[in-house]
């Protein structure tokens, strides 16, 4: 079985500042990671993910992950936020193998809130 | 945006009536996912499919069943609806595995 801890449950930033939310995963196996994002009201969307190849990863709107295959973690950085980017962030895992039928174990998500 | 909607978005019911959310995408894929959302918990899958009457159980079944009769169309049904399934409920899709899965808009049922 596989699990994913999300150390934060609220994170508040001032708009421009640095910020990392925190996931932790645990699996046997090899595992793909997925950070979503949930704005309100709204279902989620990809913002990015870890299959293989480079740890760190990129999204097209500044955010990136490092895969940490040591510490179990995939941690999520964003070096300036925005107003914008306040929503709630969930880290997911899934079984790597060729019968998880890509299913995703979820963290208990973040929710970020950039102020002016 | 992919192709997936859901209904109803909102729903109201009574503990003991059985409830059918339904999942529409047209995008053909595969793979399709309920999964609920409640504060603390993230989100936690229900059951979901690898194809046309091929479903299996998720990590909290318990009191759901669904139905996939086509490709296009996944329903999830609460036989006696209770009051701890008053959720979000989300419909994923994707195409194959490793691959992103498209979120639903949500359904929100309230069990009073």
């Known amino acids: 079985a596989q699990s994913v801890t999300q150390l934060d449950s609220q994170v508040p930033v001032f708009e421009e500042a640095p910020v990392e939310l925190r996931c932790n995963y645990s699996?046997?196996?090899?595992?793909?990671l997925f950070w979503y994002v949930q704005y309100p009201n709204q279902g989620l969307q990809l913002l990015l993910k870890?299959?293989?190849?480079?740890?760190l990863v990129e999204s097209i709107n500044g955010f990136e992950a490092e895969f940490n295959k040591s510490q179990t973690s995939f941690h999520l950085r964003k070096p300036s936020v925005h107003i914008s980017d306040t929503a709630e962030y969930f880290c997911?895992?899934?079984?790597?193998?060729?019968?998880?039928?890509?299913?995703?174990?979820f963290g208990q998500g973040t929710i970020l809130t950039v102020h002016p | 945006d992919a192709g997936i909607t859901q209904s109803p978005r909102h729903k109201v019911t009574e503990t003991g009536t059985p409830v059918t959310l339904r999942c529409h995408q047209t995008?053909?894929?595969?793979?399709m996912y309920w999964y609920r959302q409640d504060p603390g918990h993230g989100l936690r899958l229900i059951h979901y499919?690898?194809?046309?009457?091929?479903?299996d159980k998720g990590e909290v079944s318990d009191g759901y069943s669904v139905s996939r009769s086509k490709t296009e169309d996944f329903l999830l049904t609460l036989e006696s609806a209770t009051s701890s399934q008053t959720s979000v409920y989300f419909c994923?899709?994707?195409?194959?595995?490793?691959?992103?899965?498209?979120f639903g808009p949500g359904t929100r049922l309230t069990v009073t």
């Open positions: 994923a899709i994707s195409e194959a595995q490793g691959n992103e899965q498209y």
């Open positions: 699996s046997s196996v090899s595992v793909y």
């Open positions: 870890y299959l293989s190849g480079s740890t």
């Open positions: 997911a895992v899934s079984d790597a193998g060729g019968t998880s039928y890509g299913k995703l174990t």
């Open positions: 995008e053909n894929h595969r793979y």
């Open positions: 499919s690898y194809g046309v009457k091929d479903t």
